[in-house]
């Protein structure tokens, strides 16, 4: 069996490490250079259960080594500080490991460690025959110039919101549901180290925000800004003011500045696709669902994913069995589900302070009153936040 493996983030890059451990030929095609994937800041946050999968699969050396494990969050509203500790309620934390660290660490494992066929720059991919026995993949070798065509019997569509690989669903037999928060965040990485030992959300009327540790010496702020915003509206006296002002609280530490290295705008919004297989094409990750940052679900949803395709097409490939493919999609969607709910429920508390709306904002203070004052409300919560073990 061949597999061609579009795109090198966290889905596409664990099912090729699950599919070279199982002596499964593989080819991985990536549209921008090696240097990019491994340093381009995305997500931070992993649920225990994926760190302890990726650990059984010998892809969490270095991510155990150096990640750092949070408990609780806090939350700050109308001048105050509320702890919730999720770990005490469910028994799981989560970990802090930039997507890039992760990125560089199952390319390094596939690539340079196991001797993986990845081919990065290629250009204009194009998807062939995926409804036959026989599909292929083509692209532009970034070098020659030539095209390449490459047979294979599967082809795992990890290339992301923009990539081609959902494209190639037919639309009249996908559903694409979606929902637009109707918010924007603006999007931070600042050069200075963390000024809390945990995730820090912010209600203010003003708008949310958020601060997030990613390493000793780097911080990710969110501030709720308008969707489609420009980030030259905010120049960074802005940004630290508008922080200071959105995550003040009563015997908070004051926010250590620094310089601000990432700036961009996230228009909030979801999407998934259904069913997440046609022919011999399976979606993974962002390809068939986004889930905005607000609950940091993403590249956690990305690995479940993996797991479960590359686990699906291993047992194809040993076993002739194709059960785990035809019922890949049925697998996935309900924690896809799930975590979206999620993200809109935890989105309208985020946001209810700020929404202009006092009905809004009242359901907003009652939900968030209900979590942090019944213990059955919080450990609702906490699973919900943290994730459940996964079954893969």
Known sequence: ???????????????????????????????????????????????????????ERGLADRLLEHATAHSECEFRSAGERHRFRYAELSGHRHFVYPQPLLVTDLVRSYADVAGGDIRFGVRDVELHGLDTDRPSVSYTDPDTGERVRVECDAVA???????????????????????????????LLAEAPPSSDCVVFGLHPRGF????????????????????????????????????????????????????????????HNYVVEPMSYGRLHLAGDAAHLAAPIAAKGMNLALHD?????????????????SGLRGYSAACLP?????????????DVLHGTSSGDPFKAGTAGARLRRVLGSRAAAAAFAELYIGREADN
């Open 306 to 322: 993996a797991f479960l395709l590359g686990d699906a097409l291993v047992a194809y490939d040993k076993d002739g069995d194709d």
């Open 1 to 55: 069996m061949a597999v061609v493996v579009v795109g090198a983030g966290p889905a596409g890059l664990t099912v090729a490490n699950i599919l070279r451990a199982a002596s499964v030929d593989c080819v991985v095609l990536e549209t921008e250079s090696r240097e990019f994937i491994e340093q381009r800041p995305r997500a931070g946050f992993l649920e225990e259960w994926a760190v302890r999968a990726l650990e």
């Open 209 to 268: 925000a958020a601060h997030m540790a990613r390493s000793p010496e780097i911080t990710r702020y969110y501030l709720e800004c308008p969707p489609g915003d420009d980030p030259v509206n905010w120049p960074d006296e802005r940004v630290w003011s508008e922080l200071h002002a959105r995550l003040a609280a009563d015997g908070a530490r004051p926010l250590t500045e620094g310089r601000i290295v990432e700036k961009r705008v996230l228009d909030m």
């Open 157 to 187: 569509g990890c290339d992301g919101a923009r990539g081609v690989t959902r494209a190639c669903l037919p639309e009249e037999q996908v559903t694409v549901a979606r929902h637009d928060y109707g918010i924007g965040w603006l999007a």
């Open 335 to 347: 924690r896809v589900w799930q975590y979206q709910e999620f993200s809109q429920w935890f989105a």
